[in-house]
Every structure is written in C-alpha cells, then in structure tokens.
C-alpha cells in the first residue's frame, strides 16, 4: 500500500523506513493505523463505560426512591391521623391495655379523648348485630393517634402491650414500631393490628361504625 513522506510528501513504497528524498525516517503505516485504531477504540470504551455508570446510578436513584417514598397502608393510615398529644416516650417496662367503655350513637363508635391522652393505650370493643369487633388506641411518640383492630390475626391474639417505641404481642411476642406499626421481629410482622381512620371532635374520638364493620381478616 503506498505512502508518502510527512515531512517533503515524496511518495513512498510501504516498507520504506527513511525517505529517498529528504531522509526523514518514516513510521509503519500499519503501525500509525493500529495506533489510530486503539485510540478511538479506546475512547469508545471509556465513553461506554461512563454511560454504564451513569445509568446504573439512575436505576439505583429509581429503586432507593421508590422504596423511600412508597408508603405501607398502615403508614398511610396513621399520617393522616390527628395529633392529640405532645411527644411523649413509652418506659422499658410494659405498659399494659386499659380498658374503657365507649358509646356508639348516629353511625359513630365514640370514646373520651382526654381518657386516651391520660392512659395512653387502651381497648374497647364495638357490639353491633353481626358480632364483636376489638379495637384498641394509642398515642405514638410523636403525639399522634393511632385507632386500629385489636388482633394479631395470624395468632388471633386480642392482647398486647407496649414496651419502649413498640408495640408487643402478648401471645407471640411479635413486635411492631408504635410509630408507623412496621414489623420489628416475629412471625406476625406482616399483619400488626389494622389501622382504621378516626377524627377528633372536642373531648371526643370518633371512629366510623361503617369503617369497622367492613373490615375483613387478612388471614
């Protein structure tokens, strides 16, 4: 293949090493091709693997995302409920259930407001004409309150308490953070006592009838 002399451009046979014309020494054509070839080869592969980086760091900002803001049904429940309380903290030994009486009048389960603010964590049930409900309500940490079915339904325990930030069974010792009810430890961690809305009017909580009633079992 012919070539020519950079240096004069006197025309040149392949295997020439010095020029005849100006003896300018004269590199393999084959050579300079190679290194062209390796150079924009190897600037592909940089390019490449940039574009690698960058989208594994895309597909890792997607999934932390929507792991971070998807939020579980009972931590929707709970952020939507009523603040009745400074921010308090649960002591290191059990706080037991305390039971109180509720009324139910116009489609409405009511309880004392100012009896929850003062014990903290109490049950009571609803009695309507299909059968007994068990409910239960506290107050988190953060002041809010938390109105949910008292059952731990794999074990169908109806008793609990609380120690610390969670809330224990007392059947099977699974334990769920009071604050947003995600499982701690235990075999029941995926079914902690159901949420269900109330609002505050008042010295009154208010659930709806309706809103329990129509809860089912998960298990």
């Known amino acids: 293949m012919a070539n020519f002399c950079i240096n004069c451009g006197n025309d040149l046979n392949q295997e020439t090493k010095f020029c005849g014309s100006c003896g300018e020494k004269i590199a393999p054509s084959e050579n300079n091709s190679n290194q062209k070839r390796d150079a924009v080869l190897g600037k592909k592969s940089t390019k490449s693997q940039q574009l690698n980086v960058v989208l594994a760091l895309v597909l890792f900002g997607i999934i932390v995302g929507y792991f971070v803001t998807t939020e579980t049904k009972e931590e929707k429940t709970i952020n939507n409920q009523p603040v009745i ?59 809010k309150l938390v109105t949910a079915i008292r059952m731990c339904e794999p074990c169908d325990s109806r008793s609990f308490h609380i120690v610390g930030d969670n809330l224990v069974c007392d059947a099977c010792g699974t334990t769920w953070h009071i604050d947003n009810l995600d499982a701690v430890s235990g075999s029941c961690g995926k079914y902690p006592p159901d949420p269900i809305p109330s609002r505050v009017k008042g010295n009154k909580i208010i659930i709806s009838v309706s809103a329990v009633t129509s809860w089912t079992r998960r298990v």
């Open 85 to 143: 309380s400074e921010s308090l903290s649960y002591p290191n030994y059990p706080t037991l259930l305390a039971e109180v009486s509720v009324d139910v009048k116009n489609g409405n389960i009511m309880l004392p407001l100012d009896v929850v603010q003062n014990k903290k964590f109490v049950s009571f049930t609803y009695n309507g004409k299909n059968g007994s409900v068990p409910l239960l309500a506290y107050i988190t940490q953060e002041g």
